[in-house]
């Protein structure tokens, strides 16, 4: 049977498990379009109000679900403007994927000034992906398609992008049937197991931190955890892997009080930004011990002994080969620790208060989407969560404004959990025009923005570090309820954490699309940074 290119596309989503896409439809992907419509049975497709927010909704769905994010997006303008989107899936290991158009094949390269016409879109994608290529013929597009999710899945997962020129989406070939795209496995070194075995074995006081990629071994290291009684701490990217409540689990705060005494680092699926970028600090004799599916880890921060396997496998050798190794029972000795660290993070204020009234009103089970933020950042410390992909973040990018348009990718991949979007007023107004898209499509977020009337930390930085020059960092907003309302949204404001938790519960209960505003005096909060960058140990 003659299909299109673009037939064959939406054919290679199906065959690959994708059942929505986001995204806004143009002229050069007209073909795509309709090639979808006429499979809206199959696919969702999620028209947005500007390609960023396609992109990162793909990215919340993908970020809080582990399965591929797709959206689509025109050429040239419309792929600079999810570049952010793509730049947080690269930070954030996410499995997203773009599809593009071009302009007409004979064209390219041409430099003609044809619409959307950028010098080199492909080399622009293969920037910002971790793999770009165009399909030049239909005769292409089940082998390139296969490929593009073989390498958005495969190892590190990261974003990838396709792209076809406008003449070739409509061409037609006889189609192949397609299936699923293998995805490659590392195969794991059983010496390196046993090293590491023998390097815990040796320890006396191991941490063990986790990063993204330890999002799918959550058994595996709650098993560690327990054999060899470490206690676990995460950043961003791995909270809720061991939950938040466990008596072995460390927020950041108790486990740079423990890392005074730490003499082996086991880092699983984690960059170690904390122990090597963030702290200042290193205890003498510290030996670091790394599991991650990326050989590059292991050059760009070279450990003692590193083993480059899947986090889950890896994992689960290990604690197998630990068999015979036994450890006290370390949760009194923890605790101290814990505690602590719960009276030092409740100076900050008033996000904690907040933050602490978010978690009352918030399901066990339910997604909280941070935002580069003074709530945002205290959150990393101070909002617990207790399941992985839970706690959804733009990872190292921290890119003001991804965190509105995210927390509604997140919502359509989990329709039957809660999800809050905790937002600044600043990064909010990056991606408010979704809120049309949450009416239109009934996508039930809710969206707290906390409105300071500035972008909160450049404020802070020019006054303490630049005598108070302070130069575009004070905003003038709009009445963020009223704005809401004009969308027809749910809206209202609170000014207590009392207030907040009420408001929260509610609009949980209604599930609709809401807005909660949270008038906060401008330069109040404390600031998060002592706890999250802190000043070296004395020795």
Known sequence: MNKTTADMMVDALVANGVDTVFGIPGAHSYELSDALARRGNDVRFIHTRHEQGAGYMAYGYAKSTGKPGVFTVVPGPGVLNAGAALCTAYGGNAPVMCLTGNIMSHLIGQGRGQLHELPDQLATLRGLTKWSDRIDHPSQTADTMAQAFTQMLSGRQRPVAVEVPWDVFGQKLPAPDQCAAPIRQVVMDPDAIAAAARMIAQAENPLIMVGGGALDAADQVLALVDKIQAPVTAHRSGKGIVAEDHPLSMNLIASYDYFQKCDLLIGIGSRLELQFMRWQWRPEGLKVLRIDIDPTEMVRLKPDLGVVADAADATAALVAALDGHSAP??????????????????????????????????????????????????????????????????????????????????????????????????????GMQEMATAVQQGIAVVAVVFNNNAYGNVRRDQMNVFNGRVLGSELHNPDFVAMAHS?????????????????????????????????????????????????????
């Open 487 to 539: 969308f027809g949204m749910r809206a209202e404001r609170a000014e207590t954490p009392q207030a907040l938790e009420t408001a929260i519960t509610e609009a949980l209960k209604a599930n609709v699309p809401a807005l909660i505003e949270v008038p906060v005096e401008t330069g109040s909060e404390t600031s998060p940074w002592s706890f999250l960058h802190p000043a070296p140990h004395a020795s």
């Open 329 to 430: 029972d370390r949760a009194a000795e923890f605790a101290d620790y814990t505690t602590r660290a719960h009276e030092a993070a409740q100076t900050v204020q008033p996000q904690m208060s907040y933050l602490d009234a978010i978690r009352r009103a918030l399901p066990r089970d339910g997604f909280f989407v941070e935002e580069v933020s003074q709530m945002g950042f205290t959150a990393r410390f101070g909002f617990p969560v207790y399941k992985p992909r839970q706690y959804v973040t733009c990872a190292y990018q921290d890119n003001l404004g991804f965190g509105y348009n995210t927390a509604l990718g997140v919502k359509i991949a989990n329709p039957d959990k809660a999800v809050v979007s905790v937002n600044g007023d600043g990064g909010f107004m990056f």
